[in-house]
């Protein structure tokens, strides 16, 4: 399998076997590389030209991508995928900006407990350094026309980071019925606001921009019919919800319990995965390429679990050894028999014959 | 088994041994050794460049001969330290496409696919167990007593010499399972089947050492066909050559089927290290052979960096030591010595010594 990150090319000259290894890709990309970092042969490369703090922990990052960039729509996300401690990972963000002039991208990083990635492009990543990402994709982005009822854009925290874009988008329009657009924040407190003075100014200047914000700290959680009350058309509004996932889901379902409501759009990433609880008897495993899907019980290999559902997936040793069984775990958590180790990396390699589910799981098989 | 004398919780004790062993080296994996292949390739990839360059453009011996050299060991260095590595998962961990078990495909004759079932499956779960173990005398060699003899055997020393010259065309053919179609257990059309992925590889690596590359270079064709025919010729005799020594020198052990049944991780353990051997040797002797010189490490934890082996060789050692068990560790020339020894002696019938079953041919 190709990287998610690589746009496979297949004209006939990359397939043709009997040119080998004169068509070696990976060789050739590699040796590109070695003459210079954002050298490549379809492989979206970047590097990093600035990073700036937008709150304690968050920050944004500002990229310079090659040419093979083919840009990108206020809204949209790319895969992100650096090198740490040897180990190539690949996370999700959206774009935070409109497209820019200068050709330049930037994503904006929220600081995850334990989080590698988000600590890495933290603290580790220098500048002038060179990254790997893939083309822009989503359908987040604003409408080519503006409803009459305008929009509402719900975002809790660096779920505002799409919605920055959009704003931008929409302000370089010239959108101006007052109003239109309707901006609900929710951030712990003022300190942790993303972009908290770039939007006050925003609305200052720009009558279109309706801006509300929750302070979750002093105002606790909130609930979706409280927050949305504060705009009360919200339900006639085309609207866009980014968030944490316990946020989105009440949101979501609160939306889904309104009559006529407009359309919701939603921007989820890989949700955080979510331990088994303790005394949950068995979760779900999806297969993506088959279609199909069966319930693993907690502590039981995948292999012996998925034969048992009536499933046959390759295997040869059964102890781990052989690689016969070795699958792409999408997303989940799971925890090697062997070692003990648990790991909810997303797009990682794992043995069913030695792999329990944790969670719920999704195999590329 | 009866090639031991540990009792069920000094197995459990090993085992445990074992496992700190590879816990420790599996969770410091890191950029040292993504360095380490990533500078292996880079190697191996200057070296093939260099020697198909020498033999493209030029005209004179000393070149001829550096070309030669310069191919051969980009092929063993891709073939052993990459390869066989990378087939085995060892680098899996760094997420990296361009160096995963699955997708990676070596300048070999053999099929990717069909080594990791004959070899990363049947030869490391079953390792030495005759009759299940097909790489033990590769179905064409008589190397121990308990090999039933059969007067094909005195062909032994020849069959030897056959496999060294054309080792990675035996590697490349031995999934195919041929004798089972001459015992009768499959049919020709399935023969045919079986060897597809065979007859893919094979058009491959034939149009880029025997017809790409000679053409490419015009007048100098023959001289680019000889020399990559050399470096082929040097890689096979290499390859064997480590590899014969990693499970036949004298002292290795072989086991029956009934030996092996309902084994735990420990008894799986004490099966690979009394079934291998070590060579002994410097740093870049070890890089050459994949760290195959390092057999016993290897066998243990297939899907460890290889490049590790070294520094984990002394506390394996020590656990062969405190359980009493051998350590199979001697240089080229003894290992090799006595895997010769074994195919000359075992090509006449010879039988196990009495009342010790499934023990070396000693
Ligand atoms: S079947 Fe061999 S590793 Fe899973």
Same mark, same amino acid.
């Given at each position: 399998?190709? $990287? ?56 944004? @990052? ?19 995928? !650096? ?40 603290? %580790? ?26 929009? @509402? ?23 101006? =019925? ?66 944490? =996932?316990?946020?989105?889901?009440? !949101? ?18 890989? =949700? ?32 012996? %679990?998925?034969? *048992? ?13 052989? *690689? $016969?069984?070795?699958?792409?775990? *999408?997303?989940?958590? !799971? ?31 | 088994?009866?090639?031991?004398? +540990? ?10 041994? +074992? ?34 360059? /020498? ?156 017809? /790409? ?16 025919? /050399? ?29 092996? #049944? ?9 099966? #690979? ?21 390092? #057999? ?51 090509? +006449? ?14």
């Amino acid at each position: 399998m190709s $990287s998610v990150l690589t746009a496979p090319r297949t004209s006939a000259f990359w397939r043709a076997g009997w040119l080998h290894p004169l068509n070696d890709r990976h060789a050739l990309e590699e040796m590109l590389a070695g003459i210079d970092p954002l050298l490549s042969l379809g492989t979206v490369k970047a590097r990093l030209v600035a990073r700036q703090a937008e709150t304690a922990s968050c920050c944004s @990052l500002r990229f310079k991508p090659n040419r093979w960039w083919r840009g990108f729509v206020a809204g949209q996300h790319l895969r992100l995928s !650096v090198e740490i401690k040897g180990v190539r990972c690949e996370r999700a963000y959206s774009l935070s900006t409109a497209p820019q002039a200068d050709g330049c991208i930037e994503i904006t990083v929220q600081r995850q407990a334990g989080g590698k990635v988000s600590s890495y492009l933290h603290d %580790e990543l220098p500048l002038g350094a060179v990254v790997e990402l893939s083309q822009a994709s989503g359908d987040f982005t604003p409408p080519t026309t503006l409803p009459a009822a305008g929009l @509402l854009l719900i975002a809790a925290g660096s779920g505002i980071t799409p919605m920055r874009g959009l704003l931008q988008t929409l302000h370089a329009r010239g959108v101006a =019925a007052p109003g239109s657009i309707c901006l609900i924040q929710v951030c712990r407190s003022q300190q942790d606001c993303i972009y908290g003075q770039e939007l006050d100014t925003l609305a200052a200047q720009w009558p279109a921009l309706r801006l509300i914000r929750w302070y979750s700290a002093q105002q606790s959680r909130p609930e979706a019919a409280q927050l949305l009350a504060l705009a009360p058309d919200h339900a006639q509004r085309l609207s866009y919800l980014c968030g944490p =996932a316990g946020f989105m889901r009440n !949101v979501e379902s609160y939306w889904q319990s309104l009559p006529d409501a407009a359309p919701l759009h939603l921007e989820r990433f890989g =949700a955080a995965p979510l331990e088994l609880a303790p005394d949950a008897p068995a979760v779900q495993v999806q297969l993506q390429r088959s279609g199909a899907g069966f319930a693993s019980r907690r502590g039981a290999a995948l292999l012996t %679990e998925a034969e *048992r559902a009536g499933l046959a997936p390759a295997y040869g040793c059964r102890i781990g050894i052989c *690689r $016969s069984c070795q699958c792409r775990k *999408r997303s989940g958590t !799971v925890q090697d028999l062997v070692t003990g180790t648990v790991s909810s990396e997303p797009n990682e390699w794992i043995r069913l014959c030695v792999s329990s589910a944790q969670s719920d799981l999704e195999l590329d098989l | 088994m009866s090639t031991h004398t +540990l009792s069920r919780k000094q197995i459990a004790e090993l085992q445990k041994d +074992l496992d700190v062993i590879r816990d420790e080296v599996m969770s410091s994996l890191g950029a040292r050794d993504a360095a380490h292949i990533r500078s292996m390739v880079k190697i191996a990839r200057g070296s093939a460049i260099a020697g198909r360059g /020498l033999l493209a453009f030029g005209f004179d011996p000393i070149s001829f001969v550096l070309g030669v050299a310069a191919l051969a060991h980009a092929k063993i260095l891709e073939n052993m330290e990459i390869g066989h590595n990378v087939l085995h998962g060892q680098y899996d961990w760094m997420n990296d496409p361009k160096l995963n078990s699955q997708d990676y495909d070596w300048d070999n004759v053999c099929d990717s696919g069909m080594w990791k079932h004959f070899h990363n499956y049947e030869h490391h779960t079953y390792t030495n167990i005759l009759g299940k173990d097909r790489d033990y005398g590769y179905t064409i060699l008589r190397l121990s007593p308990e090999q039933k003899w059969h007067p094909l055997y005195l062909l032994n020393p020849i069959a030897n010499a056959v496999l060294a010259l054309a080792f990675e065309w035996g590697v490349g053919g031995h999934d195919v399972q041929a004798e089972r179609y001459f015992k009768g257990e499959m049919s020709f059309a399935q023969m045919q089947q079986r060897a597809k992925p065979f007859r893919r590889k094979i058009r491959k690596q034939l149009i880029k050492d025997y017809v /790409l590359f000679p053409l490419l270079s015009f007048w100098n064709a023959p001289r680019v066909l000889l020399g990559n025919f /050399l470096a082929n010729l040097i890689r096979n005799l290499w390859a064997y050559t480590i590899i014969f020594c990693g499970h036949f020198p004298e002292g290795t052990k072989v086991f029956r089927e009934e030996d092996c #049944q309902n084994e735990t991780r420990g008894d799986w353990y004490v099966r #690979q290290m009394i079934g291998s051997a070590n060579i002994k040797g410097s740093r870049w002797f070890h890089i050459m052979s994949g760290h195959l010189s390092h #057999q016993i490490e290897h066998h243990l934890f297939p899907d460890m960096p290889a490049a590790r082996y070294a520094e984990i060789a002394p506390k394996v050692e020590a656990v062969c030591r405190k359980y009493g068990l051998p350590y199979n560790n001697a240089s080229i020339w003894r290992q090799y010595g006595t895997v010769l020894g074994k195919v000359l002696r075992h090509a +006449l019938p010879s039988s196990p010594a009495a009342l010790k079953p499934a023990t070396s041919g000693a």
